[in-house]
């Protein structure tokens, strides 16, 4: 197989005549196909045929599998003299013949530096090149086959772009003198503060994409009973939500026309309460939903060793080495979708069962574990909001064993898709030349204590030039219920999030605040599970019963969601593991349902309206140069529940304070608040507000105080608001105004 010829194609960019350069705003997607025995005066202008279909390749002892021993790679000179990198190009199945494989595709996403790219493309041959880390051949290599050369002119970005393509990648850009950040950030510059939903987990299992015939079988009783009963997402109540006259892409899946109006409506309804990631894992087989996969056909459970696969494990033919190229187009449409909408997408590339993990062969450096994350990363690395995720509930005893991935593994594994992964460039990365950097990478732990154990080895074990571990992803349990009889969690003291949070981010970097950390690393704090698997946001909708009291959006409130965020964290809600209403076997989607069967997010509405309001609220400080400090406010109320106050400052123009409440008496009780004021001249003014905690909106007249040089205390006047409300919860934001 011969790649004789390279056409452009449009993607996020117009298309341009065939030879013609490019000319690509910042943060947009370039396209290029490439197609065997075609030249480009045979396709003026557009992309190549995009009725391709999958290519199974059976033979068993031939090396002719394009996703194997095939490679195309993009070699990218920047302007400016910056250091060139490479992007991985993946196989996208066959033309007109469907025998035979000879579509190619390459994403080339524009930085922010302006100026003319040069762009090498090199197509290889040879026994497992597509998951070698040697760079892209020279022409006197023996897998060199050919190259093109082709130019990209990258001009500023445009400003009424949708969603994140006006904005750039979401990265860990790293903070002048330190090895990372407390909050992610669009290469614009604008800081990004998470706020979304971790359920469904197997949000792709989706009825109309193509190919997609229901979960995995569970002939070893393995998994939950979502894939047990051939459960399988349909969206239904989010088919209103999509949306003609805005452009909502659809597609014919299976011969079904109109297959995508469900899952694309469910982002279109998410971006409306202001969503803005989302948690999905990217291959569940093994694990709980098993329902998603990347690769041809519906293959059979992992617990028998792989024996029912249609072809031997680890031959060409085996089917984790051949990929859905039509399902993953549409998976591409989806999550393009999502980028338009502003919603981040949190991609888990492993889940905790051991199943799973034997899914793609144990340890980080199996050849379906490398060639499933390089074309994860080939196909979806152009998104402007990804996060890797290396594992859910990785789990490391005290010795550093691990029955996922021990911390060599995740490093390993971390520096693979850094490898091909690039998005922009990060002047304070790599001392003070700066480099290249992709999305940002993490690892899942397990709940509490085990979450400690990970992140401590992780800390102590990679050196600062090996570094990769850009965010937490944390799992937390406070005091909370259960939701099949409402019943006390597991005994044991109650632990705030906020604690759980703070003491995570010790663990790397002490802070004024009084944490004890012994690193000088900066990692982002993301809480992406709340509660025991049972627990977790309920559906809350008319008539599918009253939730748990800890699953209530009022207590999530309360106890998760400023406790996080005052914390410096970041949040994806979890919805419980529970079904919905009806019965098992014939399930009513009208209600909520839990974290595998979620098809109505209105369900969660309360919440999501609420975590959107705060978090809006809180971006428009300075975050990056706030921390938490809950010992600024003094003998305040306390409840018996969800504790005392929470405070976010920067010690200087800015606090956020969140009360739980104010007291059950007649008296409010707010406490004094120590503010810093700068050291000289003054006086300085200062201006205190009340907010409604569910809906942040003020409440009453602004209160205006003055401090002397250095600060003093402040007793927040409590005049405006309800005695009788006294119990509730409530927002006081403290900001200096000269």
């Excluded at 090396?63 to 991985?88: M, Q, S």
């Excluded at 909050?183 to 510059?189: D, F, I, P, Q, V």
């Excluded at 894939?227 to 209103?240: D, K, R, S, T």
């Excluded at 450096?365 to 994350?373: C, G, K, M, T, V």
């Amino acid at each position: 197989m011969l790649l004789a010829a390279v056409v452009p194609a449009a993607s996020s960019a117009t298309a341009q005549n065939p030879g013609a350069t490019p000319i690509l705003p910042a943060y947009q997607t370039f396209t290029f196909n490439f197609a065997t025995g075609e030249s480009p005066d045979n396709n003026p202008g557009g992309p190549f045929d995009e009725a391709a279909v999958d290519v199974p390749y059976l033979a068993p002892t031939q090396f002719n599998n394009p996703w194997l021993h095939w490679r195309l790679t993009a070699v990218v000179t920047p302007p400016g003299n910056l250091p060139t990198y490479e992007i991985a190009g993946f196989f996208n199945g066959s033309g007109p013949n469907p025998a035979v494989g000879d579509r190619w595709r390459v994403h080339f996403t524009a930085p922010t530096l302006q100026g003319l790219y040069s762009i090498r493309f090199v197509f290889e041959e040879g026994p497992f090149i597509n998951v070698s880390d040697a760079p892209a051949a020279a022409a006197a290599s023996p897998t060199f086959v050919k190259e093109w050369n082709r130019d990209v002119i990258v001009i500023g970005p445009e400003q009424t772009a949708p969603g994140f393509l006006a904005k750039g990648p979401i990265l860990a850009f790293r903070e002048p003198g330190a090895l990372g950040t407390r909050y992610l950030r669009h290469s614009n510059g604008e800081t990004f503060l998470k706020g979304g939903v971790g359920s469904p987990e197997n949000f792709l299992a989706y009825s109309g994409f193509t190919d997609y015939t229901g979960p995995e079988a569970s002939v070893d009783g393995v998994g939950s009973p979502a894939q047990v009963n051939g459960f399988i997402h349909e969206y239904q109540a989010h088919e209103l939500d999509w949306d003609l006259s805005n452009g909502d892409p659809e597609w014919t899946a299976d011969g079904v026309a109109q297959s995508g109006r469900g899952i694309i409506g469910a982002l279109n309804y998410l971006s409306s309460v202001g969503v803005n990631s989302m948690y999905m894992l990217l291959m569940n087989l093994g694990g709980d939903g098993r329902d998603v996969h990347p690769f041809i056909g519906t293959p059979k459970d992992a617990a028998d060793s792989l024996g029912n696969h249609p072809v031997a494990a680890g031959t060409s033919g085996d089917v984790r080495r051949n990929y859905s190229v039509k399902r993953m187009r549409e998976w591409t449409t989806v999550f393009e979708h999502a980028m338009a909408r502003g919603i981040m997408l949190q991609f888990f590339l492993a889940e905790t069962e051991g199943e799973n993990i034997a899914w793609l062969g144990a340890g980080s450096d199996s050849i379906e574990r490398r060639l499933f994350q390089k074309n994860m990363v080939a196909m979806f690395g152009h998104l402007q909001g990804v996060k890797w995720n290396l594992c859910e509930e990785n789990i490391l005893d005290p010795a550093g064993n691990s029955a996922q991935f021990t911390v060599t593994e995740l490093t390993d594994m971390a520096h693979w898709i850094q490898r091909w992964d690039i998005s922009d460039y990060d002047p304070y990365r790599s001392g003070v030349v700066g480099s290249w950097i992709g999305h940002p990478i993490s690892v899942h732990g397990a709940p509490n204590l085990s979450l400690q154990e990970l992140y401590t080895q992780i800390r102590d074990q990679v050196s600062d030039a090996d570094w990769w571990l850009d965010c937490t992803s944390m799992q937390l349990h406070g005091f909370e219920q259960r939701f099949n009889d409402c019943s006390s969690n597991v005994a044991g003291p109650r632990s705030s999030y906020s604690d759980f949070t703070e003491s995570i981010q010790s663990i790397f970097v002490a802070g004024s605040s009084g944490s004890t950390g012994s690193s000088s690393r900066f990692v982002v704090m993301d809480v992406d599970e709340q509660g025991s698997n049972n627990n977790g946001v309920g559906d809350e909708s008319p008539g599918a019963g009253t939730p748990c009291a800890t699953a209530t959006s009022e207590d999530r409130r309360k106890r998760v969601l400023f406790d996080v965020l005052l914390s410096g964290g970041n949040i994806d809600w979890y919805f419980g593991y529970y079904s919905f209403g009806g019965t098992v076997q014939v399930p009513d989607r009208s209600f909520g349902g839990g974290d595998l069967r979620v098809e109505n997010f209105r369900t969660r509405a309360m919440i999501l309206t609420q975590t959107r309001a705060f978090r809006e609220l809180l971006s428009s400080f300075p975050l990056r140069s706030m921390e938490p400090s809950d010992g600024s406010v003094m003998n305040e109320a306390n409840d018996a529940e969800f504790g005392d106050a929470e405070v976010l400052t920067d010690h200087d123009s800015t606090y956020v304070i969140y009360y739980p409440t104010l007291g059950t008496g007649s008296t409010a009780n707010p406490g004094t608040v120590a503010v810093t004021a700068p050291s000289s001249s003054g006086p300085y003014d200062y201006v205190g507000r009340w907010f409604n905690a569910s809906s942040t909106m003020p409440i009453g007249s602004p209160t205006v105080f003055q401090l002397t040089a250095g600060g003093g205390s402040h007793s927040p006047d409590t005049s405006s608001l309800d005695p009788a409300l006294y119990g509730s919860d409530y927002i006081y934001l403290i900001t200096r105004v000269n």
